[in-house]
């Protein structure tokens, strides 16, 4: 069965691995006022952070529309494609992928399975990156979602909100007491919950301080870890402080894996400019090792 691998362009898969990996991209749409853009193709996070300190209108995630999912499926049913395996940002966060599973049945010449990754940014990345590993060692449809479940249930996110300004906005969390934080001027750590929904951590008065409360968090999950991890940190245009919590968390962790990512221009819409993120959770390489034998692909 010949299984395309569909991720929305809010997880910021970097442009080497979508090629290497033959991902398709769905760019997520971006609205200031009445002017339309699709993240990554003519808003770049640079743009979109430096409209977001000069102009005066509040940006706001539109949601993808079906008409134009059914435009993909049918060039990948044109290209031979028989099922498409669809991530999204969580649907805490936007009604895509909700949309995109009541529209699925309709779709004629290909099997589309829509998955809600409950995460974002690179944490969803890394879901449709091990999942197209998987399809070019020619694993099954079920096999592949088997995989991705566990690398889910295994994936930690914290988002750590600069000023809360811009989530009360959007209203995409589910406890109004952070709001408290954005009145003191203090640093919101948010995570998902089981549900996909952004949640209250704590609070920290200033970025160290959230640092610190983090690295509390992750010594926990990874002293008791087995095997390769990988750790991504995030930022809003924030990349000198991208580059201290990346060397700082090398030199703690010096078996994981250590990459940059980026909070792109929808999830920016949600937190706003000079927010971080960290992501930690099994190496999704070691999910594909050599060594595991593939079941058998779908005929």
């Not at 954005?182 to 920290?204: H, Y």
């Not at 400019?273 to 999704?284: H, T, Y």
Request: net charge neutral; with cysteine; hydrophobic share 45%.
């Amino acid at each position: 069965m010949k299984i395309a691998i569909v991720v929305d362009s809010s997880a910021n898969v970097p442009a080497n691995l979508v090629h290497q990996y033959h991902l398709f991209v769905i760019h997520q749409p971006i609205l200031f006022g009445n002017h339309l853009y699709r993240e990554g193709v003519d808003l770049s996070a640079a743009e979109f952070y430096e409209r977001l300190r000069t102009d005066k209108t509040v940006p706001t995630a539109s949601q993808v529309a079906m008409t134009e999912m059914q435009q993909t499926f049918t060039e990948l049913a044109a290209a031979g494609y028989e099922a498409a395996i669809c991530f999204g940002v969580s649907s805490g966060l936007s009604g895509f992928i909700t949309n995109l599973k009541a529209f699925a049945p309709s779709v004629k010449n290909l099997d589309v399975y829509a998955v809600d990754s409950k995460l974002a940014c690179a944490a969803e990345g890394n879901l449709a990156l091990l999942a197209a590993s998987l399809v070019n060692r020619h694993y099954s449809v079920h096999a592949i979602l088997q995989q991705v479940m566990k690398l889910q249930e295994a994936t930690q996110f914290l988002l750590i909100v600069y000023n809360m300004r811009a989530l009360s906005k959007t209203g995409r969390i589910m406890s109004r007491s952070p709001l408290i934080g954005a009145i003191l001027g203090t640093r919101t750590l948010l995570t998902f919950n089981s549900a996909g929904r952004l949640e209250l951590v704590t609070n920290a008065h200033h970025m160290d301080n959230a640092f610190r409360k983090a690295k509390l968090r992750m010594d926990r999950d990874l002293s008791q870890s087995k095997g390769s991890q990988r750790i991504s940190v995030l930022d809003a245009n924030n990349a000198e402080l991208n580059k201290q919590w990346r060397s700082e968390l090398g030199s703690r962790y010096q078996n994981a894996t250590i990459e940059m990512g980026e909070i792109g221009p929808f999830m920016g819409v949600h937190t706003g400019e000079k927010s971080m993120g960290l992501v930690w959770a099994p190496d999704w390489r070691t999910f594909v090792a050599d060594e595991v034998q593939a079941p058998t692909s779908e005929k």
